[in-house]
């Protein structure tokens, strides 16, 4: 029989050793687990160290306002070189004064919103005190055992750099309006839309019609605040994203396309006529801008950006030459006239280069003599596929294209060499008067050229009158003065032309050094029937004569005219009642004959 007790005891302790061979193995596997979750622990620790060691954006970690915590990536951004630099400083050093209360606001109220977008428009401070533009995140950790807040910030500074440089390249700097470039690409954009879709689409160019009048009076200042206000009653017209532009100068324009509501682009532009005619304060004064307005649409007038653009152009000049209301559809009338207009222009040019230019001269009659005085050379093309044009079908266009300046250089040349040449073969030559362009006249060196021509052909400045236009002479006074004594100083003599029909100022006419007024055809053509004609004829001559100054009436064509000329004292007169203008040859052959008004 076994011994109870030892049994007992022995069965006792193999539970025992059993239990802690249990508890050691458990133990065993613990540690093990234990080791493994700490070993896995370490890893993650590292692998997220390493992440945030390595990130490319700046993370900063601050406890109770103390920087505790910055990765390489925000050592750079803040200028460090190294941790201690930084580290225990304010984390509000690093934010300039006026982002502060911002950054305070984003940190308290999202600091448990990890996954929050990024902030942007903020700035930080480098350590050398400059501002870097950055993307900003915010979010609570637990760091060291202590409540903190961790930052992360990327720098865009480049990337805002490339934005600003765009924004340069497509604005313009003054109204921060699209540029002629942008405007060109957005609408090259929106023709393909509207391709795609079907739609229409319209372009509307803006001219301001006082703008030049306003910037030559009250200085460029207020010209550059007008073109601001400008820009700012344009983009009230539409919506923010369409395209207004300015193309420089006071050229804008809009891009409405036919999404734009209930408005239709003619109702539009109507109410951008309006709205510019709104009175504005410019420098404490107040001024009323109007606006020509030129539209042409997408895929009726054109399917090219430059197309639809210069056809709006053509529109809004035509709107300014008619005065018209203010708004005006593009049509392909205007494109032929323009069209004519650019072969007549490349016509001129072909006719200066070919000689195809000539001069007729009609005489000027003194009254009381009744003798041959002088004669006016007027220029005609002898186009070869136009036959014989008049100079009022293609003066107006040389003005514009400033031509006139080469043909009227040829003009003076011609008569001079014409005088030249009747001097030469013992013609008895009297003075001729040569009509004078405003873009000619506004040559500061035009009295040189007069003097060349004079001077190249021998011939005295007295046989040469210069005949000018009472506005050419009006548009800068004081340099019109100026050049008329020197051309005066030369022996020249001086008229004004067409006078009555443009506006003159009677003090700056008093100090005009001019030998003689030219009554315009229109008053002398009424001089019989109508009484106001009368009555400025009147007027014109004894004007005339009260500043010491001839009066000479052109366009007189019947006896009436002559006789009540004569009977108010005009001295000189020209006109199809005695002779038409001539070619040069029957010219030549009138200046031997001598024929007498009276005879
Ligand atoms: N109905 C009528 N007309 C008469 C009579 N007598 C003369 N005329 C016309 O009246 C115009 C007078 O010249 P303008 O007033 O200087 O007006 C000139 C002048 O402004 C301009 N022009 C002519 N030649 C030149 C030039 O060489 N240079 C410049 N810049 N302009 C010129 O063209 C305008 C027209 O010249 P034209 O056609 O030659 O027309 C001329 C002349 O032929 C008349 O009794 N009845």
Redesign the pocket.
């Known amino acids: 029989m076994e011994n109870a007790p030892y049994a007992i005891a022995t069965r006792t302790l193999q539970r025992e050793r059993a239990a802690r061979k249990e508890a050691e193995s458990l133990l065993e596997q613990k540690s093990r687990e234990l080791y493994e979750k700490n070993q896995f622990l370490q890893e993650s620790e590292l692998r997220y160290r390493n992440l945030v060691e390595l990130a490319p954006d700046a993370i900063w970690i601050h406890s109770e306002g103390r920087l505790t915590f910055l990765n390489q990536a925000a050592l750079r951004l803040f200028g460090a070189t190294c941790q201690e630099q930084l580290l225990g400083t304010p984390a509000m050093d690093r934010v300039p004064e006026q982002f502060r209360s911002t950054v305070d606001a984003w940190t308290s109220i999202e600091l448990n919103k990890v996954h929050q977008g990024p902030r942007s428009g903020l700035q930080l401070l480098r350590l050398d005190g400059t501002l870097v533009e950055v993307e900003f995140y915010g979010c609570s950790i637990r760091f060291n055992n202590r409540d903190s807040v961790m930052h992360a910030a990327h720098d865009v500074t480049e990337r805002l750099q490339q934005v600003a440089i765009r924004h340069r390249a497509t604005h313009d700097e003054l109204t921060g309006l699209a540029n002629r470039a942008y405007l060109l690409e957005r609408l090259g954009e929106e023709i393909d839309k509207a391709r795609c879709a079907g739609t229409s689409l319209a372009v509307a160019f803006v001219d301001l019609d006082k703008f030049k009048q306003i910037n030559d009076t009250r200085g460029h200042a207020v010209g550059d605040e007008l073109l601001r206000v400008v820009a700012d009653v344009l983009r009230s017209c539409v919506r923010d994203g369409d395209v207004v532009a300015r193309l420089g100068g006071d050229e804008f324009v809009l891009l409405l396309d036919s999404s734009t509501g209930q408005l239709t682009p003619a109702m539009l532009a109507e109410r951008i006529s309006e709205r510019l005619a709104e009175p504005v304060m410019l420098a404490g004064q107040q001024h009323i801008i109007t606006g020509s307005i030129g539209l042409s649409v997408y895929p009726d007038d054109g399917q090219h950006p430059e197309e639809l653009l210069r056809q709006a152009d053509i529109a809004m000049y035509h709107c300014k030459g008619q005065r018209c209301s203010g708004v005006q559809f593009f049509t392909k009338d205007m494109q032929r006239r323009l069209d004519a207009r650019l072969t007549m222009e490349q016509g001129l040019l072909r006719a200066l280069k070919r000689e195809e230019f000539v001069?007729?001269f009609?005489p000027q009659v003194d009254l009381r003599s009744g003798a041959i005085i002088g004669l006016?050379?007027?220029?005609?093309w002898q186009s070869p596929d136009l036959g014989l044009v008049?100079?009022?079908e293609f003066?107006p266009v040389a003005?514009e294209t400033k031509l006139?300046v080469d043909?009227?250089k040829w003009?003076l040349e011609k008569t001079c060499a014409t005088l030249r040449e009747w001097q030469d073969a013992g013609v008895p030559v009297v003075r001729v008067a040569?009509?004078?362009?405003a873009s000619?006249f506004a040559r500061h060196d035009f009295d040189t050229t007069v003097e060349d021509a004079l001077g190249k052909h021998g011939l005295d400045p007295g046989l040469l009158e210069l005949?000018l236009?009472e506005s050419l002479s009006m548009e800068d006074p004081k340099g019109s003065i100026a050049l008329m004594q020197r051309l005066r100083a030369i022996g020249i003599n001086m008229a004004i032309?067409?006078f009555g029909t443009g506006y003159s100022n009677l003090s700056y006419l008093k100090r005009f050094p001019v030998d003689r007024l030219?009554i315009?055809?229109s008053f002398t053509?009424g001089l019989a029937t109508n009484s106001e004609d009368h009555a400025i004829v009147t007027a014109v001559i004894s004007l005339a004569h009260s500043l010491g100054l001839k009066a000479i009436a052109?366009?007189?064509?019947t006896e009436d005219q002559l006789q009540l000329l004569r009977a108010e004292g005009c001295d000189e007169i020209?006109?199809?009642?005695f002779s038409?203008?001539l070619p040069e040859a029957a010219a030549r052959e009138m200046l031997l004959k001598r024929p007498c008004l009276h005879c």
């Open positions: 001069l007729h009609q006016e050379a007027l220029l005609r008049p100079p009022m003066i003005e006139i043909i009227g003009v040569v009509n004078i362009a000619q005949e236009t032309d067409d030219k315009d055809k053509s052109e366009g007189v064509e020209q006109g199809y009642y038409k203008p």
